[in-house]
């Protein structure tokens, strides 16, 4: 799905979901310019999709039209399509990865990090003889995740496991050097990237 078509669906339902939607509310909460903003409502506006109307001098209503909820719809159904494909390649990539540490025997994984990389690894892992020994993640300790407590790094000496697998898109080397000072050996410590 093109960035044009993500940001049309994401003003269409802001504009659906509430009748005093403002430009200046709509910019804050997408994070685009307010300048920006005025020239994609009226796009949709010309396209159609919303109308426009004067309720004070200085006061504008934006309303959902007919066509506006059509496309929205469409809009939808091809950013679900989106979404499933780019779950089905990650979820590829995942099994790929973790079937390499199956293979080299490394069947006892502790996942450091929590988020949706560590949630799609844990479906990935949960299809194979893989064993999640626990979660740990130095911000997050204490926290329920994936139906473990998230540990902290110091209680990993502790911990019967083959590697450490690196569940999060951020900051690798940060974390490599927190599990080194964790006393986790270089070698056991992976990342989902291969």
């Keep these: 799905m093109k960035a044009d078509q ?3 669906l994401q003003l269409l339902s802001e504009i659906e979901a509430s009748e005093t ?8 909460r997408l994070g ?3 300048g920006l903003i005025n020239l994609y409502l009226k796009r949709l506006a010309k396209k159609g999709h919303i109308k426009v109307i004067n309720i004070q001098k200085n006061r504008i209503r934006y309303l959902i039209t007919p066509k506006g909820i059509t496309e929205k719809s469409r809009l939808t159904y091809e950013y679900m399509q989106y979404s499933f494909q780019l779950y089905r390649q990650a979820c590829t990539l995942l099994r790929a990865r973790l079937r390499d540490l199956a293979e080299q025997g490394r069947k006892r994984l502790v996942f450091y990090g929590v988020g949706e990389a560590a949630e799609l690894a844990y479906l990935c892992l949960k299809e194979m003889d893989l ?12 926290r329920r995740f994936l139906g473990h407590t998230v540990l902290d790094p110091s209680v990993l000496p502790g911990l019967e496991y083959d590697c450490v697998v690196i569940t999060s898109f951020v900051n690798h080397e940060g974390v490599r050097e ?3 000072e964790s006393g986790v050996a270089a070698d056991a410590v992976v990342s989902l990237k291969p």
């Design 6 to 8: 993500q940001r049309d």
């Design 21 to 28: 939607v403002t430009q200046r509310g709509l910019a804050k």
């Design 32 to 34: 685009i310019a307010l």
């Design 131 to 142: 064993e999640l020994v626990g979660v740990v993640d130095a911000e997050h300790a204490g």
């Design 178 to 180: 927190r599990l080194k």
